[in-house]
T-cell receptor, first 114, second 114 residues
């Protein structure tokens, strides 16, 4: 149990579908992150939220839309995805403003685009 | 800019023999460094962290790492491998530019044979 819970664990969707990924952390952290992990590529940071405010959008296509209603919850809304978006999407949390504190990761959502 | 290089994409050992996973980093200031492990279909789990206290860092499951500034290295070791250690290992350097940014290595897959 990492303290970061992601749902669903697996998701298969067509390119025209709309779905959402959910992340919840129980660690009292105030920064949350979305990462994309594709085969044979380093982890890619997608979005960063500090105290519910988005502080980083790492040139992510607009078909990915994040939402952070409070410091414990993070969503990633998906629409009109492409086959190359198939990947493991990881959520993480940490204490904001500190480079020496580790990020804690959820187990991810395995996304497959048909 | 910060970067990490994991020198081996795969390492194979026999159960009961020592493990060495190599990592070199580049950072313009005193870095915070982490090792994470990822088992199949799971998220990233923190093994240990270096944050400028002791240069020899002990982590979970018998792993440890030594920070060597002169060699810009942060190699991960374990005296005796266990079958359950088979996984992917990531060396990570942490920076802060308004938010915490983790720079991941490309990973080393550890294979443990009986």
């Amino acid at each position: 149990e990492t303290g970061v819970t992601q749902t669903p664990r697996h998701l298969v969707m067509g390119m025209t579908n709309k779905k959402s990924l959910k992340c919840e952390q129980h660690l009292g952290h105030n920064a949350m992150y979305w990462y994309k992990q594709s085969a044979k590529k380093p982890l890619e940071l997608m979005f960063v939220y500090n105290f519910k405010e988005q502080t980083e959008n790492n040139s992510v296509p607009s078909r990915f839309s994040p939402e952070c209603p409070n410091s414990s919850h993070l969503f990633l809304h998906l629409h009109t995805l492409q086959p190359e978006d198939s990947a493991l999407y990881l959520c993480a949390s940490s204490q904001a403003g500190q480079a020496n504190q580790p990020q804690h990761f959820g187990d991810g959502t395995r996304l497959s685009i048909l | 800019a910060q970067s990490v290089t994991q020198l081996d994409s795969h390492v194979s050992v026999s159960e009961g023999t020592p493990v060495l996973l190599r990592c070199n980093y580049s950072s313009s200031y005193s870095p915070s460094l982490f090792w994470y492990v990822q088992h199949p279909n799971k998220g990233l789990q923190l093994l240990l962290k270096y944050t400028s206290a002791a240069t020899l860092v002990k982590g979970i499951n018998g792993f440890e790492a030594e920070f060597k500034k002169s060699e810009t290295s942060f190699h991960l070791t374990k005296p005796s491998a266990h079958m359950s250690d088979a996984a992917e290992y990531f060396c990570v350097v942490s920076g802060f530019t308004g938010f915490q940014k983790l720079v991941f290595g490309t990973g080393t897959r550890l294979l443990v044979s009986p």
